[in-house]
């Protein structure tokens, strides 16, 4: 019986963040940082890197639409708000690349804040709607603003690289490249996870997305609480584009095209959503399957496709859930014994 | 004046086929709360079936073609809900896992066209040829077939759905589900039926519109969208709803064409979007789901 309750509570409180703690994260990270001392090929590298910047947005989806659950379909819109905010001012206007990528957060930010005011008028699927019609929308805009420096379909070229008290940060350095994506990465990554999600805000934004009605009748502010989750998301995201701007020096509006689409949501699907290891393990699974899948060709994006409908029918939870799976196998097999 | 009416006419046979497609996306949301974010996709899918087995492939006459179309439309369609859609309703978010699955499946089938049938546009005839004058203003007598068959699709639906038994069972799970159930309706054979309908109704506007539009890889987002602000313009779920829109939308769009250019065609469907989610978020008819 009380094993019983137990699983029911576990049950319900699931999408909490889990038992992870602090000190096993930095571990992680640390893990991670004396892996990229032994690390020395560059491509292995260049993994590595678009590794973290994924996880990073991978994250930010995360929070809004897991843990929040507001099925916003703009985070895409997000990451080239940052990448062309920060690459325009840096590359138009001469503004140093330190500067430009805060500001090409804030930026996304401001985005978010834009996407949000008529999301809150909406519920459930409108909000789908809506927001995937935004993100559909970007790329004639992009074209159509042409002369406002986007470089329409060609682009946006000669984004500088970052210079750092005289140490420039050129796309070459890939190992200055690997510690500050994965400085930033596991920074955000942990705001989201251990700070936001774990407090006051987080505990709005999961009683707002279970029960609604009940959350606002104790006082929770839907307004701002899902003001807030766009926002942040929004903003954290942006930087990811940022870095990813400087890191390529080049975006194009194929940054918003069906195939970083795709990849963001399979790596929320194959991870999980909501469930705090999930989206960042499927970004890193993702990222390093998409490149192995390189020599697929054409294939490429089919199978990525496939991957999505196949892990949302197979594994709902994602491979998160696995775990626990495996756990309620385990004890059911010892309670026979 | 001339001007005018060939823009209206055409607008109104526009509109017609969107109200099709529209009518199929709606359909589905108010049986079984599902948006299929795959509907654009099975439009390109549609057209390109028909058009293997018409001039592509097979080489068809019409009259056996169009039923052939149909019955594929419709088995893909209810096979679809069977072994994609119907698992998930068990699961505590299903509303987020669907969304999910047809956007996969969406990617699935584009990448798939474009891997059989690549990225080149693929003409297809117009089955009539000829003008006709009306008033003077001289229209293509494609076009006024299209509007023809596009409001007779539209007037069968509306007869089957208000009539027959079978229609009744549909509207009542879309009213009530729970209910529908009690009263001993197969909610699920519902499901697959409306399913199946709705993938022949976006099938049927993506071979109606080829002759017009060509058939690409990818031409079935900006009619997807499209169908999207319709449904969200009469109120999700509201059939009815959708129909007043389409025309409403679509008669917009051919004057803003006509008058400002076709590169702002998008754009003003999105503005559209935005100040009727702004001024009536839930749409003309539609209703909140609690």
């Not at chain 2, 990448?111 to 000829?130: C, E, R, T, Y």
């Amino acid at each position: 019986m009380k094993d019983q309750t137990a699983a029911t509570a576990n049950q319900m409180t699931r999408r909490q963040p889990s038992a992870f703690s602090s000190l096993t994260f930095w571990a992680i990270v640390g893990g991670l940082a004396v892996l990229g001392m032994f690390v020395d090929d560059p491509y292995m590298q260049h993994v590595l890197i678009l590794c973290f910047l994924w996880a990073i947005v991978a994250a930010g989806w995360d929070l809004v639409l897991g843990y929040a659950g507001i099925y916003n379909y703009a985070q895409l819109v997000f990451f080239a708000a940052g990448a062309y905010g920060s690459g325009m001012l840096a590359a138009k206007l001469g503004v140093s690349p330190i500067v430009a990528i805060p500001l090409g957060g804030i930026f996304a930010g401001f985005m978010g804040l834009l996407i949000a005011l008529p999301c809150l008028r909406l519920r459930g699927e409108y909000i789908a709607l809506f927001t995937f019609a935004v993100h559909l929308a970007m790329p004639p805009l992009i074209l159509k603003t042409k002369h406002w420096g986007t470089g329409g379909n060609t682009g946006l070229l000669g984004i500088p690289p970052i210079d750092l008290f005289g140490f420039t940060i050129g796309p070459r350095d890939k190992l200055a490249w690997f510690y500050l994506t994965l400085a930033v990465a596991s920074v955000a990554i942990y705001i989201i996870y251990f700070i936001v999600l774990r407090r006051r805000m987080g505990k709005a934004f999961v009683a707002l997305r279970d029960s609604e009605d009940f959350a606002r009748s104790l006082g929770v502010s839907d307004f701002r609480y899902k003001l807030l989750a766009f926002m942040s998301s929004a903003l954290i995201t942006g930087l990811a584009g940022a870095l990813y701007a400087h890191y390529t020096t080049v975006v194009t509006p194929k940054i918003l095209g069906n195939e970083f689409f795709l990849l963001a949501m399979v790596m929320l699907a194959i991870g999980g959503i909501g469930r705090f290891p999930g989206a960042v393990l499927g970004a890193f699974i993702v990222t390093i399957a998409n490149e192995l899948l390189r020599s697929a060709g054409n294939m490429r994006l089919l199978l990525l496709g496939l991957a999505v409908v196949l892990t949302v029918l197979l594994l709902p939870s994602g491979i998160v859930s696995l775990r626990e799976n495996f756990q309620r196998l385990w004890r059911k097999t010892r309670a026979k014994q | 004046m001339q001007q005018y009416i060939e823009i209206f006419i055409g607008g109104i046979a526009q509109s017609a086929v969107y109200c099709i497609m529209a009518f199929g996306l709606s359909l589905i949301y108010g049986t079984a709360r599902i948006l299929n974010f795959a509907h654009g996709s099975l439009y390109t899918t549609g057209a390109y079936v028909a058009w293997v087995l018409t001039v592509g492939g097979l080489g068809l006459p019409l009259v056996l073609a169009v039923p052939l179309l149909i019955v594929i439309l419709f088995t893909a369609g209810a096979a679809l809900e069977r072994v994609v859609v119907r698992p998930l309703r068990s699961l505590r978010d299903w509303k987020m896992s669907t969304m999910m699955v047809t956007l996969g499946l969406a990617f699935v089938l584009d990448n798939a066209n474009l891997l059989i049938f690549g990225p080149v546009a693929k003409p297809m005839p117009a089955f009539i040829d000829g003008t006709v004058t009306i008033f003077g203003a001289i229209i293509s007598s494609y076009r006024l077939a299209v509007l023809g068959i596009a409001l007779a699709v539209l007037a069968a639906l509306e007869i089957f759905l208000q009539t027959t038994r079978f229609g009744q069972a549909v509207r009542a799970v879309s009213q009530d589900t729970q209910g529908a159930a009690q009263v001993g309706i197969d909610v699920n054979i519902i499901f697959g039926f409306t399913f199946g309908l709705s993938v022949v109704l976006t099938g049927l506007a993506g071979f109606l519109l080829a002759p017009i539009y060509l058939i690409s890889p990818l031409g079935g987002w900006v009619l997807f969208l499209k169908a999207f602000v319709i449904v969200v313009f009469g109120g999700l779920g509201s059939t009815r709803g959708a129909v007043i829109a389409a025309f409403t939308l679509g008669l917009i769009e051919a004057f803003v064409v006509h008058h400002v250019g076709a590169s702002w065609t998008l754009p003003i469907w999105l503005v559209t979007l935005l100040v009727v989610l702004m001024i009536r978020p839930q749409g003309l008819m539609g209703v909140w789901e609690k």
